[in-house]
T-cell receptor
Framework: DQQVKQNSPSLSVQEGRISILNCDYT??????FLWYKKYPAEGPTFLIS?????DKNEDGRFTVFLNKSAKHLSLHIVPSQPGDSAVYFC?????????????FGKGTKLSVIP | DADVTQTPRNRITKTGKRIMLECSQT?????MYWYRQDPGLGLRLIYY???????NKGEISDGYSVSRQAQAKFSLSLESAIPNQTALYFC?????????????FGPGTRLLVL
């Protein structure tokens, strides 16, 4: 039973255009969401996060949108650059002092074409 | 120097052998985690530790054991390796407390069990 779903295994985007990566979740207890980026032969690196008290968080070219009613979040990358080509994982957790486990989606491989 | 290091980076072993994967961190974080990544399955939690005296099983702990030798060191052992334990293994660290949901990952160990 997958609680965090990334339904697109791969995505190709032209350099300079917008990349939109989607993530859906089923557990209504999740209230904190993170995006990680992973290059081959490296560990995942934290990219951006959002708390459920917000519906948008922006950091440079990266923006995450959260739609709680739809249990859906998306990562927008504008403009996309070839160096953004990587696998992107969506993760969710229940925040607070007792939180520990990140539940990950299966990842979306983004290819930015020069 | 990397904050979270893993050794070895690559390992080939035979079915039935006992092996140990090691993780060290200089971030001073109390919480440490072991994940495995399989193609198309995202990251799944094997074990986690909140401090030296606290060890907990994750989603897929069968066939694995761990040791928290110090705050900075967390080792994962495969007591008797089997081919379906072939995977990428990641160690991660996290600060305790609210507002610290982000986990920081090591570079990974690629394990092949023949």
């Amino acid at each position: 039973d997958q609680q965090v779903k990334q339904n697109s295994p791969s995505l190709s985007v032209q350099e300079g255009r917008i990349s939109i990566l989607n993530c859906d979740y089923t557990n209504s207890m999740f209230d904190y969401f993170l995006w990680y980026k992973k290059y081959p032969a490296e560990g995942p690196t934290f990219l951006i996060s959002i708390s459920s008290i917000k519906d948008k968080n922006e950091d440079g070219r990266f923006t995450v949108f959260l739609n709680k009613s739809a249990k859906h979040l998306s990562l927008h990358i504008v403009p996309s650059q070839p160096g953004d080509s990587a696998v992107y994982f969506c993760a969710a957790t229940t925040s607070g002092a007792g939180s520990y486990q990140l539940t990950f989606g299966k990842g979306t491989k983004l290819s930015v074409i020069p | 120097d990397a904050d979270v290091t893993q050794t070895p980076r690559n390992r080939i072993t035979k079915t039935g052998k006992r092996i140990m994967l090691e993780c060290s961190q200089t971030k001073g974080h109390d919480r440490m985690y072991w994940y495995r990544q399989d193609p198309g399955l995202g990251l799944r939690l094997i074990y986690y530790s909140f401090d030296v005296k606290d060890i907990n099983k994750g989603e897929i702990s069968d066939g694995y054991s761990v040791s928290r030798q110090a705050q900075a060191k967390f080792s994962l052992s495969l007591e008797s390796a089997i081919p379906n334990q072939t995977a990428l293994y990641f160690c991660a660290t996290q600060e305790p407390g609210p507002g610290t949901e982000t986990q920081y990952f090591g570079p990974g160990t690629r394990l092949l069990v023949l």
